[in-house]
């Protein structure tokens, strides 16, 4: 006969993620970003039986199908892992989404705040922001950083102006 699958089984509870990670790759033949064991574990067990005992019948395809329709899709594709293995450990800085928002200045413009007297220079990226030699995904961080406790960068920066100053209602 083929496996064993209570046996294939009863090994993969006792391994580790790593181990689980390397199986996935083996048996779907794609590698996975996910550490989850629980996840894995589970993935892998149904594949090892449907490979051994045969797939899913046509009417449950044929069910699946008509769920998926209704489901939402995926627009966008998944990143690829940051470290591939048997590389250098090295820094690795998430590069960040272009910006978009329109209270962003275009890439090169350089933004000055006085803070605590001492002025403070962003430079805007086209990936990010610039301060201090540091790239930065977003302007709050750059004014965390520069204050020590949590600011909405657009306001720090004078991007942006506060809801209680937007006027309201009463005109």
Request: glycine share 10%; aromatic share 8%.
């Amino acid at each position: 006969m083929g496996i064993n699958i209570g046996h294939e089984i009863a090994v993969l509870k006792d391994t580790t993620v790593g181990q689980l990670r390397q199986k996935y790759r083996e048996v779907f033949g794609e590698v996975t970003r996910v550490g989850n064991k629980d996840f894995l574990f589970k993935r892998i067990t149904w594949r090892i039986q449907s490979l051994a005992e045969g797939d899913l019948s046509e009417r449950a395809r044929q069910r699946a199908a008509e769920i998926a329709r209704d489901a939402d899709i995926r627009m966008t594709t998944p990143r690829p892992p940051a470290v591939s293995p048997g590389a250098e450990h090295r820094t690795v800085t998430c590069p960040a989404p272009p910006v978009t928002d329109e209270r962003v200045p275009p890439p090169g413009t350089c933004l000055a705040r006085v803070y605590r007297g001492r002025t403070h220079h962003v430079t805007i990226l086209p990936d990010g922001f610039e301060y201090d030699g540091q790239v930065y995904r977003t302007l709050s961080a750059v004014a965390k950083v520069i204050t020590g406790s949590h600011w909405n960068g657009y306001l720090f920066f004078g991007l942006a102006v506060p809801k209680c100053e937007q006027g309201g209602a009463d005109a």
